[in-house]
């Protein structure tokens, strides 16, 4: 899954700051849909890591039945939190 392709598919735009309130919410929503039905252990993670960075995704054991999943997903926000403070810098 490619960000451009998440964004156009829930967004209809690959330009953020054109993503009016009511679009930005209604994809969300599409998207937590989307997650709740995904199988793929590879996409769900993808899923998950998007609606992450909008401030939307699910808790881990909600998200994940695999611990192994939800650890990867502790890593992520681990180095995007990372990634934060060194652009703070």
């Known amino acids: 899954m490619q960000l451009d392709d998440l964004l156009l598919r829930y967004f209809a735009s ?3 700051a054109e993503i009016s309130p009511d679009t930005l919410a ?3 929503e599409h998207c937590r849909v989307d997650l709740g039905l995904e199988e793929d252990r590879g996409k769900r ?3 998950w890591s998007f609606l992450h960075m909008f ?5 881990l054991d909600v998200a994940f039945e695999n611990e192994e999943d939800r650890e990867a997903a502790r890593n992520f ?4 939190a990372a990634s934060e403070r ?3 810098s």
């Open 77 to 80: 926000m681990d180095i995007l």
């Open 55 to 59: 401030g939307s995704a699910p808790d």
């Open 26 to 28: 209604a994809g969300i």
């Open 45 to 47: 993670f993808a899923l």
């Open 14 to 16: 690959t330009n953020i």
């Open 86 to 88: 060194d652009g703070e």
